[in-house]
């Protein structure tokens, strides 16, 4: 892959990132299959680098925006600290025990059906949306977010480990259905994007460089530079979505990206059907 072509292919991928972060549509699908349309293939561990960064770069906005929120988890009691922790552990041991059979379900090289399940998963998130506006519309009470709303929305960042899934959309749902505070949710779900995303980038950093995996190679120039070029695009286009997202929950109208998804899910299974990819 030429320098300029990565760089292109790098900022329409990071642009796209940055969006579907936050938005309640699944990053990490819209990665899979925009990757393959586009052709943008450094092999299944290069790749998940590739990725990370991306997901590095909406990190970035996280902080940018949410900097106060986050200097106040280590001010006493330490209450919130204490539960961006604890619901952190399910995506923890989940994505080390299950990462490797994840990533095969996904791979074009390995698994033929991979549009087949990226289709079931978006159209899971589209479910599950539709539900939660259901069950908000009708709460008339919601209560200061606590453990027992915590804890589902760590276990909801697990199941999101399969693209498809998306992280902030299954996240606010634990969070809403369950009862807390949306403004409070809201917040709670891009925060707990800080730790996975800075574990997730470990491991691949620890991968990269392992002497026998030769991602570094199967990167080059163009590929690194490309990256660079993600990160910063998907940095400001995750800027952007947040504050788009916060006024979203604050309305509770989630119809719209459900029937995004639902359509995303079809043209999946078409695609599937007629072997485009």
Known sequence: M???????????????QGLTEFLPVSSSGHLTLLQQILGYDLGVAGMTFVNILLHFGT????????????????KKPFKTLLMLIVATIPAGVIG?????????????GSNAAWLCW??????????????????????KKTAPLSWRHSIPMGLAQAAALFPGISRSGSTIAAGVISGAKREEVAKFSFLMSIPVILGSLAVEVFHVVKPDEGVTVAIGTGGIIGMIVGVVFSAVAGFFAI???????????????????????????????????
């Open 2 to 16: 030429g320098i300029w072509e990565a760089i292109w292919k790098s900022a329409v991928l990071g642009t796209v």
């Open 59 to 74: 990190l970035l906005s996280v902080v940018l925006v949410f900097w106060k929120d986050i200097l106040a988890l280590f």
């Open 96 to 108: 080390l025990l299950f990462d490797d059979k994840i990533e095969a379900l996904f791979d074009p």
């Open 118 to 139: 990226l289709a079931v998963f978006f159209a899971f998130t589209a479910f599950i949306l539709l539900l939660t506006e259901f069950i908000s519309s009708r709460k």
């Open 243 to 277: 504050k788009v997202m916060l006024k979203v929950i604050n309305k509770g109208n989630y119809k719209w990206f459900a029937v995004y998804l639902v359509a995303l899910s079809f043209t999946c299974f078409w695609l599937n059907a007629l072997g485009v990819l």
